[in-house]
């Protein structure tokens, strides 16, 4: 079988490593295609060489524009790449610009549109993310979807197994298979610890890159003034996303007493998670790791996607409000908390993901695959 994999964002490299692990030792092959979206050497080619993912077929250098200009300019420079190519099958991941953009690509020519981390919802069609995903699920094949809250999700939206062709199948979640994967290595090779001089315990993490919290001012203020006084108990260990970071520079903010440092590596990262005492984030990806590790968590966000989370009681939305996140924090000390029940599978999603591509061939393919002939 011939893939096209399009990632273009930091989550995308580490959700993309553990299927583009299993295409190739079932031996398939696998073109690449970088968006650009993510492009400093800390938030792209530092998860190529950890993670041992190929270097990218193609590199479209699309990045630092605004949403609709990023995709527009993707959307056409991925069709340049799929009509190359002609695959039989174009997988796309989560729900960024680049996930929008290889969707419409690879559906305005009639091919095979598989997403991964399908049927994610946060119900807030504000957030460009919601977008994204919404639009990816609707013209996808197949959809590959990480918990039994997203299928539903799906159901909801009449999205299900169907004869027009539409598969859904829980396969769990691509980032579980990849922590598995790496999270003793990250034991042996990382020495973040040491380079920070922190002790294991002693730490909160936290990472603050949404536009939700780094577009309006006050509230970025608010929860950079929440890490102060929780670092004035324990230390508070921030790498900054370079959205984020850009923003700070440019404003009057004080982050004492925060430790700020840049974007880490992910075996890095998933260190830091392991030994801290409890995480503080508006990343999709973190609100997971923080399960996976047993750490408690606080989402800084209105809403989040993980909602079993939420109802296990190990996941606290607190918004952007700097004394709810400060009081959550305070709670948590006296909590015991339940990291028992596995909502995400058994590491063994890329794996699925890739026998389902192999056996999948809806009604209708023969005659879609035809019309794709002349891209026109
Ligand atoms: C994107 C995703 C978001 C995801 C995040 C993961 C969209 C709409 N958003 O947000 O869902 O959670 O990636 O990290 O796709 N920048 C750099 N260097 C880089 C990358 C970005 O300096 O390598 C700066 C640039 O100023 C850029 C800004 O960050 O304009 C925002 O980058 P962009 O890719 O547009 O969105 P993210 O905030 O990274
Ligand atoms: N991550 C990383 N280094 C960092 C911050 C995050 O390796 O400095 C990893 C993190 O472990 C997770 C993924 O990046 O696997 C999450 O990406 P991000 O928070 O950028 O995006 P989101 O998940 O919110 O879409």
């Known amino acids: 079988m011939k893939i096209v994999t399009i990632v273009g964002a930091r989550p995308q490299f580490i959700k993309a490593a553990p299927v583009s692990r299993a295409l190739r030792e079932a031996g398939h092959t696998e073109f690449l295609v970088h968006t650009g979206q993510h492009y400093d050497e800390n938030m792209s080619q530092v998860f190529f060489e950890e993670l041992n993912i190929p ?16 995709t527009g300019r993707m959307l056409e420079k991925i069709e340049d790449v799929l009509l190359e ?12 610009n680049s996930t929008l953009a290889g969707a419409l690509a690879a559906k305005k020519l009639y091919l095979k549109l598989a997403h991964v981390e399908a049927g994610l919802r946060s119900f807030n069609m ?28 799906l159901k909801k ?26 999270s003793d290595i990250a034991e042996k090779r990382a020495s973040i610890l040491d380079r920070l001089q922190i002790e294991r315990g002693q730490y909160v993490l936290s990472t603050i890159h ?18 102060r006084e929780i670092a004035n108990e324990i230390a508070v260990i921030l790498p900054l996303h370079p959205r984020t970071m850009k ?29 801290c005492q409890a995480i503080i984030t508006d990343s999709g990806g973190l609100q997971k790791e923080a399960y996976f590790f047993h750490k408690p968590c606080i989402t800084v966000r209105d809403e989040t996607e993980w909602i079993e989370l939420v109802d296990a009681g190990v996941n606290c939305v607190v918004g952007g409000d700097k004394n709810n996140i400060v009081e959550a924090f305070k709670n948590l000390q006296s909590e015991t908390l339940d990291f028992s029940q596995k909502f995400y599978g058994n590491g063994k999603a890329g794996e699925k993901i890739v026998e389902v591509l192999v056996h999948h061939e809806p009604p209708g393919e023969t005659n879609r695959k035809l019309h794709c002939k002349g891209g026109g």
């Open 85 to 96: 190519i002609r695959p039989d099958c174009v997988l796309v991941y989560g729900d960024t």
């Open 210 to 227: 949404r536009a939700e919290n780094t577009d309006v001012p006050a509230r970025l203020d608010s929860i950079m003034l929440a890490l």
């Open 55 to 70: 270097t990218a077929d193609y590199n479209l250098s699309v990045c630092n524009l605004a949403h609709g200009a990023m």
């Open 126 to 153: 504000e957030m460009p993310e919601e977008q994204n995903r919404v639009v990816a699920d609707r013209l996808s094949d197949l959809l590959f979807c990480p918990t039994e809250t997203a299928v539903s999700n």
């Open 247 to 275: 923003i700070l520079l440019e404003s009057t903010q004080s982050v004492r007493g925060i430790k700020i440092i840049d974007p880490v590596s992910y075996l890095e990262m998933i260190l830091l998670e392991k030994k």
């Open 157 to 182: 939206e009449g999205i299900a197994n169907s004869p027009y062709g539409e598969t859904v199948i829980n396969v769990g979640d691509v980032m579980y298979d990849a922590l598995l994967f790496y």
